[in-house]
């Protein structure tokens, strides 16, 4: 089965400097795709970024891009010039285009932002 | 705002009762999906619809239940509830199932609290 590990519980970061979020994943698939979704305290879930494992270029979104290795299962997101904004839970997620299989998502990062 | 509607917004209940979560899609979204999110946890998949018949099934309890009807409106129907059921419902849609990479449309979730 699919699992995905976001292994760092809680993080912190000064406003306007930039922090990375890790993530791994454990699959046999070769057609997936990789979300990061943000929560805030509204507990909305809000899409921030998605990269498809086929494609090599990194995906980003304004100040929001991703480091995707497909050798080593890993999917980090880049948050360049934080913002008070941002303080949320972020959940990395995985999904397998194939076998109908729904969202996997990791246990999530709790992301400070100091001012 | 994603267009993906919820009601109620929270609920308070006790213990063996049974209750009824609401979700309407966004607009031209025919797949609709059940998401439980436990204390400090990630999202856990519960159970898909897709026009109205059942197209993927999660972790879903047998005390659960869930149906999709001829408007693409979704219950998902929770009985005999118990502590441990307390928990964020979140609904999201999609325009075709998961398989062929839509993305997902959180609602606002239900705050189901059993006591």
Redesign the interface.
């Known amino acids: 089965a699919q699992t995905?590990t976001q292994s760092q519980p809680e993080m912190s970061v000064q406003e306007a400097e930039t922090v990375t979020l890790s993530c791994t994943y454990d699959t046999s698939e070769s057609d997936y795709?990789l979300f990061w979704y943000k929560q805030p305290p509204?507990?909305?879930?809000?899409?921030v970024i998605?990269q498809?494992a086929y494609k090599q270029q990194n995906a980003t979104e304004n100040r929001f891009s991703v480091n995707f290795q497909k050798a080593a299962k890993s999917f980090s997101l880049k948050i360049s010039d934080s913002q008070l904004g941002d303080a949320a839970m972020y959940?990395c997620a995985y999904?397998a285009?194939?076998?109908?299989?729904?969202?996997?998502?990791?246990?999530?990062t709790r992301l400070s932002v100091i001012a | 705002d994603s267009g993906v509607t919820q009601t109620p917004k929270h609920l308070i209940t006790a213990t063996g009762q049974r209750v009824t979560l609401r979700c309407s899609p966004r607009s031209g979204d025919l797949s609709v999906y059940w998401y439980q999110q436990s204390l400090d946890q990630g999202l856990q998949f519960l159970i898909q619809y897709y026009n109205g018949e059942e197209r993927a099934k999660g972790n879903i309890l047998e005390r659960f239940s869930a149906q999709q009807f001829p408007d693409l409106h979704s219950e998902l129907n929770l009985s005999s509830l118990e502590l441990g059921d307390s928990a964020l419902y979140f609904c999201a849609s999609s325009v075709v199932p998961a398989a062929f990479g839509s993305e997902q449309f959180f609602g606002p979730g239900t705050r189901l609290t059993v006591l």
């Open positions: 995905v795709y509204s507990r909305q879930m809000i899409l998605r498809e959940f999904w285009v194939a076998g109908n299989t729904p969202l996997v998502f990791g246990k999530g």
